[in-house]
């Protein structure tokens, strides 16, 4: 009986067969193995097999190839100390992206530690601000503090008064409009360091529709601009320029004295 007339799982199984002499654990194995020792390839396939391992076994292992294959070194690998970790291309770029990632999530932690009602809107027209030109107003020469009643009367806009702190500033220019959120916004333009003023209505409970009130000034700044924005009567009114906080902050400092 010749090999090849027994069934394929068993030849490819009998390929595979140990040449040692130990007994096969699998039922499947020593199912093929009994049947293939009945053949004259398998016994002559065995021979040669072990005649090859005996040779290769008296051939002498170099010593700096033998510790590639040492026992500690097959089992644990090569021990990484965090130097060599720390120079890995690969993690260098993780960390260096986790990095990132977290100055990103602390940036915008603390820009909405400042946040208050209404701070959308106003960094909205701080845009509006950054953008706006000369052209697009009406021109107007007057005190900014006495605009209230003109809102009223041609826009029918209530409580739209700029604060003391802002009242005595000659105007250039002003403008109603609404913005992308539908809010009816008063622009004036001004001549003191061509500072602009934002009256735009307060934000608002979705439930309740209560207006949400806030004290005191909020500061807020996009790209090069900066805006000090305060809440009365359910209206805010917003200054801005281009500029830091404390060319802001000079002007409120003067009101307090």
């Known amino acids: 009986m010749k090999l090849t007339q027994l069934p394929r799982r068993h030849r490819i199984l009998a390929h595979c067969a140990p040449i040692g002499e130990e007994r096969a654990a699998d039922r499947t194995m020593r199912t093929a193995l009994l049947r293939a020792r009945k053949t004259e390839d398998f016994a002559h396939q065995q021979k040669f097999d072990r005649a090859v391992n005996a040779l290769v076994r008296t051939i002498p292992i170099p010593p700096e190839i033998a510790e590639w294959f040492s026992t500690e070194h097959v089992l644990s690998g090569p021990r990484k100390t965090w130097q060599r970790m720390a120079r890995n291309p690969a993690i260098l770029s993780i960390a260096i992206a986790l990095t990132v990632i977290a100055g990103v999530f602390v ?93 735009f209505p307060a934000e608002r409970d979705i439930k309740t ?49």
């Open 107 to 199: 940036f915008q932690f603390i820009e909405h530690l400042r946040d208050f009602p209404g701070s959308e809107t106003a960094r909205r027209l701080l845009k509006v601000a950054s953008s706006t030109r000369s052209m697009v107003l009406d021109p107007l020469k007057a005190d900014a503090g006495s605009l209230g009643d003109l809102f009223f009367m041609k826009h029918r806009l209530v409580h739209y008064d700029v604060p003391p702190e802002f009242a005595d500033f000659r105007t250039l220019e002003c403008r109603v409009f609404d913005d992308e959120e539908g809010l009816r916004v008063a622009q004036i333009w001004v001549t003191e360091k061509r500072m602009q003023f934002f009256l």
């Open 209 to 257: 529709g209560k207006v949400l009130e806030f004290s005191g000034w909020h500061y807020l700044d996009y790209e090069g601009w900066v805006g000090v924005v305060s809440e009365r009567n359910g209206v805010c009114f917003m200054a801005a320029l281009r500029g830091r906080e404390r060319d802001l902050a000079s002007y409120l400092t003067k009101s307090k004295q």
